[in-house]
C-alpha cells in the first residue's frame, strides 16, 4: 500500500465514525467488484448495482444506502437519475441489433416520493423503437413498494465505430 | 482496522491495474473529506465538488475522474444530473428565507455533447421564484469550454419541520 | 349580421378555394355548438372534441382537420399538446374532491410519429396523486392506431375560491 | 353561401350573445386572412399570429382572446404550447441550411403564471446547433411583461424531400 492511501485509511480509522467506517468499507466492497471483474464500471460496483433484462425490460436495484445521501438524508435524486438512466440505456443496448449503442439525448424525471427504505429498485420499458432515437420510460421503486420516480427519456442511436483490426 | 476491510484492500492491492489503484484512493480521498468535515455529505466527497454561490447562481464543479465513467468511458449522464441537481438545490435553499428548503419535483436535462476533459463545471440559475415552486435553469460544462448539457427543474418549496425545544 | 362580418364572408366566398370554404365551414360549426351550449369552450368546439371519463382514464378525440395543420400540412404538435393537455386537466378535476381544481405546471411531450389520418385520440391516466400534485401521462394516437406522441405532466391541485353567498 | 354555412351562420347570430358574435368574427377574420395568402396556414391566420424573425430569435405575438381560452377563462396552455413551438420551428427553420427542415421530436414546458392580459408574446433562441439536432429554448410573456411560461425542446433536422422536376 503506497503512503498516501495509507495515510488516508489510518485517519479515517482514528477520526472516524462508526457510520463513517461502515461506508468507507462499502465504497471498497464496491470498486472491489469491478477489480475482479464482478462488474463493467467502478460506479456500476460503487453502486452495488444488480440487473435483470429480459426482452421487453431492464431492472436495476441497489441497495440504499448513506453513501448516496443527500444533506436531507435520503436518497440523492441525482442518484435516482443516475440508476434510471443506466436500466434505460441496458435496455435500449439490448433492444439495438450489433454494431449500434445508444446515448441518452434527453431525460425527463418526475420525483414522487423520497428515497428511503431498504433497496432502490428501476424498471426500465420501451415506449417507442424508432429509425433514429428510442423512448424508453423508467420507474422507481422503493423496497416498501412506492414508486418514487417516474421518468422518460429519447435515447439516441449511433453506429458504432469498428473496433477494427482484430 | 477490521478484517474484512482489511482483506478487501488486501485483494484490490494485490489484483488492481494501476487505474484500480488510482480509483480507490480517489474514492477514499473523498470520503475521507466527509470524516474530517469538509463535505457535508459522503456523496459530495466522492465526487470532490466544490460551491461557488453567489446571490444569483450556484456553480459546483467537480474533477472528471474513472470512478465515474459509463461503459463507454465517458462521464455518466446520471452523474452530470447529479451535479445539476444539487447546483440547483443549493441555490434554492439559499434564495428561500429561512425555515424554508427545497425537493426536486421535476428536472429535465437535454444532453448536448460528451462529458470528457478534465473537469465538469454546474451552474444554476434563477427562471421564477413562486410561492410553492422555484423554476431553476442549470447548465454544464467540460473544460474546454464546451456545454454538455442544458437543463431546467421545478423544486418545491417545503416548510422545515420545526427543530424543537432547543 | 353586422356589415365587418358579412363583407369578410363574401370575400371568402369569393376568393376562397373549395378546400377554404370547408375549412371556413367547419370552424363555425365549431363555434356554433358552444353558442348553442353543447360545448363549454370556444376551443373545445372549434377542435370538434369528444370526450370519453371513467374513474381511471380520460380521453378526448378530434378529426383530424386542415384547420389546425402546420406549415408541412401535417397536424400541429401544438394542438396534439392541446388535446394532451385539456385530457389531462379533465382527469385531474375528475379525481379531485369538489371544491379543488387543477393548473398545469409542466407538461412534457415526446412527439413519436407525425398526426395524419382521420382523427386523433388523446388518454389521459393518472400515476400519481399527490397532496399538492397529480402526475398524468398522456398518449395520443392517430386513427390507424399508431402512437404519435407520449406525454407526462405535473398538475398543481388549488383550492378552488368560494363562489360565495348566493 | 351553401345552405348549411348559411343556416349555422343564421342560427349563431340569433342565438349567440355579443362575446359569440364577437368571437365569431375574430375566427372569420383569422381564416379570411389565410384565404387572402396574408397567412401561411389556418391556424396561423385563426391565431392572428405576428411573427418577427432575427439571426438569433424568433418571436410569435398573438392577441388573448376568447377563442382560446379555456374553462376558467385563461389562455389555454396548449395554445401558448402551440405558439412557442410554432416560434421555435421557424426559428430552427431559418438557421437550417437549404434543404433542411426541422421536425419536433420533444417539448418541455414550465407554466409559471396564467395567460391573461391583451397579448401573448413567446420568444424563441437557440441553446445549441449539433448535427442531428437543435435545442431551442422558449419565453412565453404576456402583456404586463410577466413571463408566463419557459420551455426548451428538441428538434430534429430532417432532409427536404427533393421536390423532383426542375
Do not use: W
Request: hydrophobic fraction near 35%; proline fraction near 2%; glycine fraction near 10%.
Amino acid at each position: 500500500m503506497n503512503q498516501q492511501l495509507s495515510q488516508l485509511l489510518q485517519e479515517c480509522l482514528e477520526k472516524g465514525s462508526k457510520e463513517d467506517l461502515e461506508t468507507l468499507t462499502y465504497a471498497i466492497e464496491g470498486i472491489h467488484q469491478k477489480v475482479i471483474g464482478k462488474k463493467r464500471t467502478y460506479l456500476e460496483g460503487l453502486a452495488h448495482m444488480e440487473r435483470k433484462l429480459d426482452q421487453k425490460s431492464c431492472e436495476i436495484s441497489i441497495p440504499l444506502h448513506s453513501l448516496f445521501e443527500n444533506s436531507l438524508g435520503i436518497l440523492h435524486g441525482g442518484i435516482t437519475a443516475t440508476i434510471l438512466d443506466t436500466a434505460m440505456g441496458v435496455l435500449a443496448n439490448y433492444l439495438l441489433p450489433n454494431g449500434f449503442s445508444s446515448v441518452t439525448n434527453q431525460l425527463n424525471i418526475h420525483y414522487i416520493a423520497p428515497g428511503v427504505g431498504d433497496f432502490l429498485r428501476c424498471r426500465a420499458e420501451l415506449i417507442h423503437q424508432g429509425k433514429n432515437t428510442l423512448i424508453i420510460s423508467g420507474e422507481a421503486y422503493r423496497s416498501d413498494g412506492k414508486r418514487i420516480a417516474h421518468a422518460t427519456g429519447t435515447l439516441f442511436i449511433i453506429k458504432n465505430k469498428e473496433s477494427g483490426g482484430k
